[in-house]
């Protein structure tokens, strides 16, 4: 990370930092707790740093929101306007981190940017709160969980599923449906699909100029230098590799991540996986898939279909099956004496809020994933990513977190950064 232009005089975060560096063993709180200044006094206040589509949703009204950060003039006019008082604008997230009034960064730049950010929200003392998908690669997964727990930062990300997985995770807990298990994720039981098609890439662009208003340099960041084109940024964004992976990086941690929560995997992945897909794969632009196997080290398999390429082999199965029974949504159970067995289980943890979390700094049962689900859960994509690019089979340790003996699925599962950005 490149913070040779900025050096801030020792204040709690440089404090903090320093205690870190130092193998201090500390614990972050917000600023309201030290007695910040805060109106009303139990208020978590936030920075907003990308405020396109998105980071609208984030941007509340000021002194809830004290900051917001975009590389676009008037994206940023646009979020100073919306939270109104006297939040204060920047072009330069940098800048942001190094207010002390601060408790929280939400950070719903484009997935590039996601996991750099974070690092460095939390290495000057803030909490994050970061959009999907949590990284962009798995290298930065396994450093943005080193940061975040280093740093003794509270972090969730942006999904909505967890909440709605929570019977299916009883029911799973409860080994009622037998072993090994089946999931299959189709358009049926992901309302919102994948958006392949909407979120695929153009192969033609021909460059532009870059419009007056946008830092096109400090919006690409850590990717690499490419000519301007304006189907690479803002929403469409996702359709380029570069940027994140697709209407896969777009949806997929919704979906994906309730089902490693609710096979109790939040903290391993499959040890295979294959695409079906058009190959080659378009270097630059994201293309279409059909379907996406996975597989685990105790048999669990993990089907995903597009239904946008290929043909529909998972339409009319369940969600969720097992040799002694099957799972088809909501409350929905083959045999329906299931549901009359399961109530001798015990319920799952409650999810607390992102607001316990920073409050308490519990942050193992929230109805959003911390630092480790999101890693791994978002690990998923990507696989299933390298797997498309690369037209093959791979073989996946999760325990070390790599491929194995497979030195050009390794090399996509870290790429380089444009300097002077790096992990």
Known sequence: MDHSSHTPALSRRGFLGKAALAGATFQIVPSYVLGGPRAPSNMITRAVIGTGGMGMGHVTAYPKTLAVCDVDRNHLANAVKKAGGDVKGYSDWREVLERDDIDTVHVPTPPHWHALISMAAAQAGKDVYSEKPATHTIAEG????????????VYQVNTWGRGRAYFMRKLVASG??????????????????????????????VPQAVPAELDYDMWLGPAPVKPYHPHRVHRSFRGYWDYDEGGFGDMGQHHIDPIQYALGKDDTGPVEIEAA?????????????????????????????????GEKTTEGKPLLEGPNG??????????????????????PPRQQSWE????????????????RQAHRSATLLHLASIS?????????????????SDAEANRLANPPMRGPWHL
């Open 176 to 205: 009622l449906l037998g072993t090994p298990l089946k999931v299959c994720l189709n358009p049926k039981y992901c309302a919102s699909g994948f958006k392949i098609k909407q979120w695929s890439g153009k192969t033609n662009l």
């Open 356 to 371: 316990h979390a920073v409050k308490t700094r519990e942050n193992v049962h929230g109805g959003k994933p911390n630092v």
């Open 277 to 309: 897909a058009p190959w080659p794969q378009h270097p630059d632009a994201t293309g279409l898939w059909g379907t996406i196997w996975m597989r685990y080290a105790d048999g669990t398999t993990l089907t995903i279909e597009s239904w946008e390429w």
């Open 388 to 404: 498309v690019r690369l037209g093959r089979k791979l073989a996946w340790d999760p325990a070390r977190e790599e491929f194995v």
């Open 142 to 153: 396994k450093a943005l969980v080193d940061t975040i727990e280093r740093y003794g930062a």
């Open 326 to 347: 099957k799972y088809w949504g909501g409350a929905t159970v083959e045999p329906a004496g299931l549901l009359e067995e399961l109530k001798r289980f015990p319920d």
